[in-house]
């Protein structure tokens, strides 16, 4: 029930997020004033691309932080943060779709095989957020040949400094991977307790 309810959350408020970001950045919905048809468009194929490569034409910026942060709307064809948005189409549609569906089996495989213990906290907390953001871009892609981003993170006006853009998944998969990495660490530290010997009276 956990790991359903956190993958859950996490999934609503991605999809949210991302149709707000389409309402309010773009031009997507201007042509539609009923929510039935705006959640059509949502979770339709996108138009094709405009002279700017986008499929959705962009309407405005919101700053956060001038040196820090705003939001822009983006469109990624590839994994988080853009990791291998350069495949070919042919190539990259299969291999999204297969990860995809392999990440969820896995988290739910290795989830099913905790046993509530304390020292598993760590995975119990991060397993949740990996598969709620998994299944929000791969809900993306199911949709669209992409996933919409719109978290522009920089410093200052630094163009070497600008992290690739990102969303609420890409979020939850990365604080979910790093619970993980503090799981295996903290799993490693005690097996090492464990294996140390008492010394003999």
């Known amino acids: 029930m956990l790991l359903i309810a956190v993958a859950s959350v996490v999934i609503v408020l991605d ?38 490569g986008y499929h959705f034409r962009q309407k405005r910026t919101v ?48 989830f099913r095989k905790l046993n509530g213990s304390k020292e598993e906290v760590w995975a119990v907390a991060g397993l949740p957020l990996v598969l709620g ?26 163009p070497s400094l600008v992290w690739p853009s990102f969303n609420i998944a890409d979020s939850a998969i990365v604080v979910g991977v790093g619970l993980l990495v503090i799981d295996s660490f903290v799993r490693k530290e005690n097996n090492k307790k464990v294996a140390v010997p008492e010394p003999a009276e």
């Not at 939001?71 to 590839?78: F, Q, V």
């Open 133 to 158: 953001g998994a299944i929000g871009n791969y809900l993306c892609r199911l949709s669209r040949s992409f996933v919409i981003d719109f978290i522009d993170a920089h410093w200052k006006d630094d």
């Open 15 to 52: 999809q949210w997020s991302k149709y707000v970001v389409l309402r309010e950045l773009t031009t997507a919905f201007d042509a539609s004033d009923a929510f039935g048809e705006r959640l059509h468009i949502f979770t339709s194929d996108a138009p094709s691309p405009g002279f700017d």
């Open 63 to 110: 700053t956060v932080s001038e040196s820090f942060m705003r939001l822009r709307y983006a469109e990624n064809p590839g994994a988080a943060f853009g990791l291998f948005r350069g495949l070919p189409d042919g190539l990259r549609g299969p291999l999204f779709h297969l990860v995809s569906i392999g990440a969820v089996f896995l988290i739910l495989h290795y």
